[in-house]
């Protein structure tokens, strides 16, 4: 899972395939449909597809004489639980320090609700 996350990650550091992959979430497009806005050659865009491809980003089909590229959305599920994981450790460690914070500035020194360690969390 991991080296796929690292391809995937890799994949969409260039700007021209992250574009590419934003314009897919409109539909299916041929590599002559996805190289008309670059000034690059067909050879150079299905180079990225290729990098694409190898993360798991996009497959590609054969339909008569087209051969669409078709976002596959399922990678992003795993990009977007690998940064919720992360997101909710961030969001906690606010939390405790937003707690610690009121309690600095509350002259009774009593505590809130949110005084007491989250569960599954260090205090």
Known sequence: ???QLSRVFAALADPTRRDMVARLTDGDATVGDLAAPYDVSLQAVSKHLKVLEGAGLVTRSREAQRRP????AEVFELMTNWIERYRQRAE???QRLDDVLAQMNDPTGETT???TPMEGTAS
């Open 69 to 72: 590229v078709h976002l596959e």
């Open 113 to 115: 609700e949110t005084d």
């Open 92 to 94: 906690e460690r606010y």
């Open 1 to 3: 899972m991991a080296d």
